[in-house]
């Protein structure tokens, strides 16, 4: 019998450690080391009982290949997120924060599943049948086959699933309150949740069910625990969105499957959440009259365009180092946008407070809403409104150079079907980018271009 060894295993990262530290040297957190019994289970040394390998075939890389078989969903947001989507055999994360919506998700999807002819079968360690039956009657799913149980052993979960045909779709809500016996350590602890969802993945391999592991995230976007499944996983989606706003955000992380840049837009109603199929006039509807300070940013999400406004605030300090409040946006990308303005265009903010706010809740990752930030801010310190159909897009470079970013005429599209008329935008490179027909495209290759566009003849601002 092999010596109960226990080690210390970091809870945010999963670094294992032979003793116990106050700080993780891995990844800098404080007080995630948890002793854990490592003496069987994964990880651990092979046992007596333990038979011995045999031969395995090698194959030639090249070789006739499957596509890979899919289960569609029949929510198209849900779909286009999963590259069309869930595989046969393969397992899904799908991360967030507690309250989002994941479960009201998958018993979405779970019905439509079923009423597409699968077999569904939705395992739930955090609610009690009443309760999950209680939300179906509230979606209007109740009458579907779907295949509900209350537990939280893997062991019986899978002892379950052996008295019955492989479920098409399998939903595990939610990981971190599985346990399994292969593992000696409480539930919720890396050791356990990796340990559980390994045995559920082997399920999802052997038998072909696409299983769904469910994820609650940590305030600061790291799914805690369930982040040492994350490569264990197929496919990883994070759902998100803003408390108060009723929008939600399906985004891929990881997907072996499909492409990782898509996002799925949904809208939480009364009745569960609704696909939106075109985003950009949900992030837009609030647009209240031109005013200066707000520029409306084409972006792009996957292969999708998304327009949306920016707002930005600028207003004389008072405080000695001036305040910068930004919401949607990265904090170290206005640092820069305001160190360009003033190195190369004069525009001085250094001693205003700036607040920017993306509308809607909506987050943006891009650099090319560097131009429309510029402009929102400009806008605001001049005092001078930015057109109404105007659309901006750009990276800017610390040179002071509007730098050219993909799909111009995806974008542009997108924004004349909206009815915008005109957009700002870097120098077009190819034939391809050029201007949609009836649009108005002022190419610019210098942020002082823009700057001087806007401030007009508001020098005075610029001292
Ligand atoms: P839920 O799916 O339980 O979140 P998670 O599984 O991610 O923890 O969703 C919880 C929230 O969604 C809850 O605050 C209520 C809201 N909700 C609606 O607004 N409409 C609905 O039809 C449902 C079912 C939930
Ligand atoms: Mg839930």
Redesign the pocket.
């Known amino acids: 019998m092999a010596k109960a060894r226990s080690q210390f295993i970091c809870q945010n990262c999963g670094t294992i450690h032979n003793r116990w530290n106050g700080k993780c040297e891995s990844c800098g957190e404080w007080n995630t080391l948890v002793e854990e019994n490592t003496s069987s289970g994964i990880g651990a040394a092979p046992g007596k009982s333990m038979s011995k390998g045999h031969a395995i075939a090698l194959v030639p890389l090249s070789g006739a290949i499957e596509d890979a078989p899919r289960i569609a969903t029949g929510i198209s947001e849900l779909d286009r997120v999963s590259g069309g989507g869930f595989v046969r055999g393969s397992a899904v994360l799908i991360g967030?924060?507690?309250?989002?919506?994941?479960?009201?998700?998958l018993?979405q999807a779970s019905a439509a599943f079923s009423r597409a002819g699968h077999d569904v079968v939705y395992v739930s360690g955090?609610e009690a049948v009443a309760q999950i039956r209680l939300?179906a009657q509230?979606?209007g799913v109740a009458d579907t086959n779907v295949l509900l149980a209350a537990e939280t052993s893997v062991e019986n979960i899978l002892a379950t699933l052996k008295t019955t045909k492989p479920p098409a779709l399998l939903i595990l809500?939610s990981i971190q309150t599985l346990w399994t016996q292969q593992a000696e350590s409480a539930p919720g602890t890396v050791t356990q949740v990796r340990a559980s969802a390994q045995a559920m993945i082997r399920y999802a391999k052997k038998t072909g069910t696409a299983v769904v592991l469910?994820g609650?995230v940590t305030k600061d976007g790291q799914i805690a625990g369930p982040r040492v499944v994350e490569h264990m996983v197929d496919a990883v989606l994070y759902?998100e969105g803003e408390r108060g706003h009723h929008f939600r955000i399906l985004r891929t992380v990881k997907n072996r499957f499909g492409p990782t840049d898509e996002i799925g837009v949904f809208e939480?109603?009364?009745?569960?959440?609704k696909e939106v199929t075109n985003p950009s006039e949900l992030f837009l509807s609030e647009r209240a009259a031109s005013a200066p300070g707000a520029a409306v940013f084409a972006g792009l999400e996957g292969t999708r365009p998304v327009l949306v406004e920016i707002q930005a605030l600028v207003v004389q300090s008072t405080l000695g180092t001036p305040r910068r409040a930004v919401v949607g946006w990265d904090t170290a990308r206005l640092s820069m946008v305001l160190a360009v303005l003033e190195a190369h265009c004069g525009v001085r903010l250094g001693s205003h407070d700036v607040y920017l706010n993306v509308a809607g809740g909506y987050r943006i990752s891009e650099p090319a809403g560097d131009l429309a930030v510029a402009a929102a801010l400009i806008s605001s310190l001049s005092g001078n409104p930015l057109p109404k159909r105007g659309v901006y897009f750009g990276e800017i470079s610390l040179s002071g150079a509007v730098r050219p970013v993909a799909q111009t005429g995806l974008r542009l599209k997108e924004a004349s079907k909206l009815g915008f008329t005109s957009a700002v935008m870097p120098v077009a490179v190819g034939d391809a980018d050029k201007a949609v027909s009836g649009f108005d495209s002022f190419e610019v290759g210098e942020l002082a271009e823009l700057a001087a566009r806007i401030a007009g003849s508001h020098h005075n601002e610029k001292q």
């Open positions: 967030g924060d507690p309250g989002i919506g994941k479960s009201t998700l018993t955090e939300r509230r979606l809500d469910v609650h759902f939480m109603t009364g009745k569960g959440l």
